[in-house]
């Protein structure tokens, strides 16, 4: 629609404008503008009921509908001959609903519509239909104003959608919130955001020549204007940087300390510079937990070798074993290859830490493959139904409020990554779950599927609300590791028995176990028992691999 946008339109465009003030009338207002512009429902002056024909020239552009504070002062003037002063007068009364000056101003508009020969009945009616609207009423040259700028940038997200919002996010990049809302709305438009990129990006959001938007290292949290300042003048002067230790090594570490260097780090913008990065976006996503793992275990050495050569240049004396001798192809990271990679949820938690989302997946991205085993469909998927359906997903929002009881409910907006549903937490389900109502927080919800009218989507009546690690423990079959005999070595199995002491709870644990000459499947006794939380299961993946540690479900 706002492609087919002409110039005609504006006048419709400043009157949307005021339709759309909050106001428990505008709903309706706007249903009636528009279903008279298309002729779905006849044009009246101002009402089907109580109509006077005098008032056209007033209401015509409006298809009849009262909406400026302008019309209310022109309609006591052409029906009740007010004086301009009158009328503003009538409207700031209308405006303030004071119930004694309304009566006063009642009497005078019938009067003198009865001066001019108007039936007091109808006079009344109109008065009545004139006061509701006044009070929601909106001055038009506001109107004016709101709607040539709603047109504008209409005109611009229709037809530079990738500059318009770049704009637009640079204009709210120190507002997290609103930066949030406004990446959701980049995906939804299919345009794609490029993380920060210390070779790339600027203080503000840009657009590079393949039409992508690059995040502004401005964004960043922890990351000012002078560490921008300072990346882009070196960037500039020298070229782009190889890697973090050359990074450090040419930017004033006055104006950069570790705190926003790490931010960096964390939220992709030093991505470029680690031994690790490839440019494919499928290759991009499965290296870049092990390489952001290798800069933040090379950022203690990198700034140390950097304040070393900042000293030696002082002191006007040249380091020989870092400066003369030095192998321009040396591997700066030899010292950390072997870093533990980061976990899924350590590399999202450090984008939203830095930059309030996560940019480069999801946290339910981690548990696709087991949550699909309890709850089958995705929220795309759901369709309305008696039936119980269980869907797992991110809670992004939550309100809370009271019944007429007084008791407690909740609304929690669920987002899996293939969509967003409202699910509805009545009293009883309420009390029983909020303790699991957090932002961010992975839940898993049973409830009943139904057609939200108000909406037009799908809503959910929960009935039951679990974390993961209540969900494994109902419906895992057991916490299942992979081991062989030479992983279990020295103080290996003290070490085992004491992590799953740490962690007793309701869910068994089997081991396959792999000896020299024999393998067995072992079943622990009712002792051993384990609540399988994730940092359980990251300390076993940590120790024996991500793929021999898993939760084997019926």
């Excluded at 007068?89 to 119930?99: D, E, Q, S």
């Excluded at 709210?172 to 406004?182: E, F, Q, S, W």
């Excluded at 020299?516 to 499947?521: E, Y």
Aim: hydrophobic residues 40%.
């Amino acid at each position: 629609l706002i492609k087919k946008l002409k110039p005609d339109c504006l006048e419709d465009m400043i009157a949307l404008v005021a339709l759309f003030r909050p106001g428990p009338l505008q709903s309706g207002m706007v249903d009636d503008f528009i279903n008279r512009k298309h002729g779905r429902e006849p044009i009246s002056y101002p009402h089907p009921d109580y109509q006077y024909a005098g008032l056209e020239p007033v209401l015509k552009p409006t298809y009849g509908i009262i909406l400026y504070q302008e019309q209310v002062m022109q309609i006591a003037q052409v029906m009740a001959g007010y004086t301009l002063g009158g009328a503003d007068m009538l409207r700031r009364a209308m405006g303030k609903k004071k119930p004694e000056e309304m009566a006063k101003q009642r009497g005078g508009f019938i009067e003198g519509c009865a001066n001019n020969g108007i039936d007091g009945n109808l006079a009344g009616n109109i008065f009545d239909l004139v006061e509701k609207f006044a009070g929601y009423g909106f001055n038009k040259s506001h109107s004016a104003a709101y709607g040539l700028v709603s047109y504008q940038t209409a005109w611009l997200k229709a037809h530079y959608p990738a500059p318009f919002m770049a704009a637009v996010l640079s204009a709210d990049m120190h507002n997290t919130d609103k930066v949030v809302i406004l990446v959701e709305e980049c995906r939804s438009m299919k345009l794609r955001i490029d993380p920060p990129d210390v070779n790339v990006s600027e203080f503000k959001f840009t657009v590079n020549d393949d039409g992508r938007i690059v995040y502004g290292l401005g964004a960043i949290k922890g990351v000012g204007e002078a560490p921008v300042e300072a990346i882009v003048e070196c960037r500039e002067a020298g070229g782009a940087f190889k890697d973090l230790f050359d990074f450090c090594n040419r930017v004033d570490l006055k104006r950069i300390n570790k705190r926003t260097l790490e931010a960096l780090i964390r939220s992709g913008a030093l991505d470029r510079l680690g031994p690790y990065y490839q440019d494919e976006l499928k290759a991009y996503q499965a290296s870049v937990d092990l390489n952001r793992a290798v800069l933040l275990a090379s950022m203690e050495e990198a700034v140390q070798a950097a304040e070393q050569t900042a000293r030696s240049e002082e002191s006007g004396h040249m380091d020989l074993f870092g400066g003369l001798f030095a192998e321009p192809e040396a591997d700066v990271y030899i010292n950390h290859r072997k870093a533990r990679e980061l976990s899924l949820k350590e590399r999202l938690k450090g984008e939203k830490d830095t930059l309030g989302l996560y940019l480069t997946g999801h946290p339910i991205d981690e548990y696709e493959g087991e949550v699909r085993r309890f709850a089958r469909q995705r929220i795309i998927d759901l369709r309305p139904a008696r039936d119980t359906q269980t869907i797992a997903g991110l809670i992004v929002n939550l309100r809370v409020m009271k019944n007429k009881k007084g008791d407690k409910m909740g609304f929690i907006t669920l987002d899996d990554r293939s969509g967003r549903i409202e699910a509805s937490l009545f009293a009883d389900a309420f009390a029983s779950a909020q303790a699991l109502l957090q932002t961010d927080a992975l839940v898993v919800v049973e409830g009943e599927v139904s057609n939200d009218d108000f909406s037009g989507g799908l809503r959910l009546r929960a009935k039951r609300v679990m974390s993961l690690e209540e969900a494994r423990t109902g419906l895992a079959e057991s916490l299942r590791v992979r081991v062989a005999a030479d992983a279990l070595k020295g103080d290996r199995m003290r070490w085992l028995a004491d992590v799953f002491g740490r962690h007793r709870g309701a869910c068994p644990i089997t081991v396959e176990y792999t000896g020299s000459d024999a393998r067995a499947v072992l079943q622990f006794g009712e002792s051993w028992r384990i609540d399988p939380a994730d940092n359980l299961i990251q300390a076993l993946r940590d120790q024996f691999g991500r793929d021999n540690v898993f939760l084997q479900y019926r």
